[in-house]
């Protein structure tokens, strides 16, 4: 085993960790490779952190696979990412059964592709009984997008009657958000150098601790997830109070 890996507290693992999976691109233009290789390698890179997330017993693991803006894309990359999701689900189904990893999907949805949506169905559908780790892949998503579409609905059950204004609280909103049932994320990752959060679960990280690595996303490996998880049980989360309330 790592030492990396052994100075884990297994009473201290984030439950929730999100990722902004980003460098594909950058990672193939320095190896002379297309783009499309850059993103293949995610896959793989993906597969591999989401395998070993289940293994450290996290119980949501929620990574950026393609935004809302990803769309502004050439046609040519955007093609070769929707043919990409397609092939890596039907492969990988077999994955996420052997690690008991249940698949979920947040995002605009409607607007990918129907021979996506179909595939993302059938896995969500044929691993809904996994309770070991739920894989959240936010896909045509944009987290702008997401609380406007939360405010609507709240908005619809007040015109209807069902919700009074008064009643709108964290709780009420959060339960319209796409992430609903799901447990905010403790910590988020990004790699490739970037300091953005880039439209990414923006309600939802208030109080994540984050964790930038200069790593590009197909060189993350198990050793960069076991940093940034040491990493995040050096801190101290103290949700707006003082040291001295958290110890007692
Ligand atoms: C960021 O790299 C990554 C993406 C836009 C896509 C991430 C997708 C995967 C890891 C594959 C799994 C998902 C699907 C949809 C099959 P970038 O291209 O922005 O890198 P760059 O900033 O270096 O150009």
Not at 87 to 114: F, H, Q, V
Not at 181 to 192: E, F, H, K, M, Y
Request: with cysteine; charged share 25%; hydrophobic share 35%.
């Amino acid at each position: 085993m790592s030492s990396r890996k052994e100075q884990i507290q297994a009473d201290r693992i984030p439950k929730h960790v999100a990722i902004i999976m980003d460098g594909n691109g950058r990672w193939a233009k320095k190896k002379g490779y297309l783009r499309s290789l850059g993103h293949e390698n995610g896959v793989d890179a993906l597969r591999n952190i989401a395998t070993a997330s289940a293994k450290l017993n996290i119980e949501y693991l929620t990574v950026y696979a393609f935004s809302s803006e990803n769309w502004n894309r050439p046609q040519r990359e955007v093609n070769a990412l929707m043919a990409l999701l397609v092939t890596s689900l039907k492969k990988e189904l077999k994955t996420l059964m052997d690690n008991k990893i249940r698949l979920n999907a947040i995002g605009n949805l409607a607007s990918l592709p129907d021979k996506c949506q179909q595939e993302l169905d059938e896995v969500i559908l044929k691993t809904r009984e996994n309770d070991h780790m739920m894989l959240t892949l936010a896909l045509s998503y944009g987290s702008k997008e997401e609380i406007l579409e939360a405010t609507k609905s709240i908005a619809q059950q007040v015109k209807e009657g069902n919700l009074a204004v008064e009643d709108i609280d964290e709780v009420t909103f959060t339960q319209n958000l796409y992430t609903s049932g799901i447990p905010d994320p403790d910590l988020l990752i990004r790699t490739s150098n970037e300091y953005r959060i880039s439209n990414y679960l923006l309600w939802q990280i208030a109080y994540s601790e984050l964790y930038f690595t200069p790593k590009l996303w197909p060189e993350f490996k198990d050793e960069d997830l076991y940093e940034a998880i040491l990493n995040y049980q050096k801190r101290e989360r103290r949700f707006g109070k003082i040291s001295e309330q958290l110890n007692s």
